[in-house]
């Protein structure tokens, strides 16, 4: 990126939460997808309904199609410089449940990029073509400055943040919103539910959205379990303390389990390991085994964002709380929801 933008963008991280949370709005509507702090529970409530509503029409051939015809002339760029197979695979669908037709740059080494093209110009290239960019990048920063990028050009077409970095995965907390809200839809809904977040808490961007999602409901009760070195940053710790939600961080597993309504497990993210933070080369504390099947609540829910490796028992897999490849499947409803109020067509699926 040129100076001068490079100095336009310093500039505009030093505004407020507030500035930045309106400027990537239009019309009172959210525009750009970039942070889980965006959403408020009306969309939260308002996406889950609307995600049920495409999962239930797309069940018959002639639901399916009407929701193929609404967003026919939409040209989707799923930009995904960072491994991704569900992020991925969901967008990809969820695009073509709804019509939209996509284009993918999955390694920068197949762009432009490889000839010393920026990375913004190549984002103001996609806008050339694309009428949303859905983006997955290993940089914090990245899809944020590129929503922010083209906002001052002459296609100011919507970014998704598919993932950025260490830091958020909004669209992963809204599938996981989406989780809890079907799982407990007869249970009095998500308010006043025991959740519990385990495994690498410290780099794992899905508990990050997820955790900032909590402001909007009601009674919380968190517990997050980590070895110390992995537990949830100063950032997530002062918001979730100004946010009045009841936390605990604790690294004893096994004492919670019992009182949780919803477990939420992730992997070890040691692909952004360095020697500081290699310090422990066995994580089974921070596993659910089969054993712990028999303390777990009748009705509490066993979550993961996926992959896994060895933090669930596969035994787990056969349970009727282990709700994890639903969750998966949940992800192209919800990200087809949030397409569908994107491209404002939410209406037309809702009057079906
Ligand atoms: C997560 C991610 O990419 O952050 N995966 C996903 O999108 N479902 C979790 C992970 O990689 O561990």
Redesign the pocket.
């Known amino acids: 990126m040129t100076e001068y933008f490079e100095l336009e963008w310093q500039k505009f991280q030093k505004t407020s939460e507030e500035a930045k949370l309106a400027f990537f709005q239009k019309e009172g509507r959210i525009f750009d997808i970039l942070f889980a702090r965006q959403f408020e529970r009306k969309q939260l409530d308002f996406l889950s309904n609307l995600a049920t509503k495409i999962r239930l029409v797309a069940k018959r051939k002639e639901g399916a199609d009407y929701l193929r015809r609404l967003l026919t002339h939409k040209k989707a760029m799923l930009y995904f410089v960072?491994?991704?197979?569900?992020?991925y695979l969901s967008f990809l669908n969820a695009c073509h449940i709804l019509g939209i037709k996509t284009s993918d740059i999955r390694d920068t080494f197949t762009s432009s990029e490889i000839k010393g093209e920026s990375s913004y110009d190549t984002i103001r290239t996609f806008s050339s073509y694309v009428d949303v960019i859905i983006s997955?990048h290993p940089e914090k920063d990245f899809n944020q400055k590129a929503a922010w990028l083209l906002n001052s050009t002459d296609r100011p077409i919507p970014v998704v943040n598919?993932?950025s970095g260490k830091d958020e995965?909004p669209t992963?907390a809204l599938l996981d919103i989406y989780t809890l809200h079907r799982s407990f839809e007869h249970r009095g809904g998500i308010d006043g539910k025991v959740i519990t977040m385990v495994g690498d808490l410290k780099r794992?961007?899905?508990i990050r959205s997820l955790s900032f999602l909590m402001k909007e409901y009601k009674n919380m009760k968190l517990y997050f379990i980590a070895p110390k070195h992995l537990m949830i940053e100063e950032d997530l710790r002062s918001f979730l303390k100004k946010s009045r939600i009841e936390f605990y961080e604790t690294d004893n597993f096994a004492s919670v389990i019992a009182q949780s309504d919803a477990i939420y497990m992730?992997?070890i993210?040691d692909e952004h390991d360095n020697d500081k933070e290699k310090t422990q080369s066995s994580y089974d504390d921070f596993s659910f085994t089969y054993e712990h099947l028999s303390i777990l609540k009748k009705d509490a829910v066993i979550m993961h964002?996926?992959?896994r490796r060895n933090e669930i028992d596969v035994r787990v897999d056969s349970d009727e709380r282990a709700v994890y490849w639903r969750q998966?499947r949940n992800?192209m409803w919800i990200r087809a929801a949030l397409l569908a109020y994107i491209f404002h067509v939410e209406k037309s699926i809702l009057d079906v």
């Open positions: 960072q491994p991704s197979t569900r992020t997955r598919a993932g995965h992963q794992g961007r899905t992730t992997r993210q964002p996926l992959p998966e992800g």
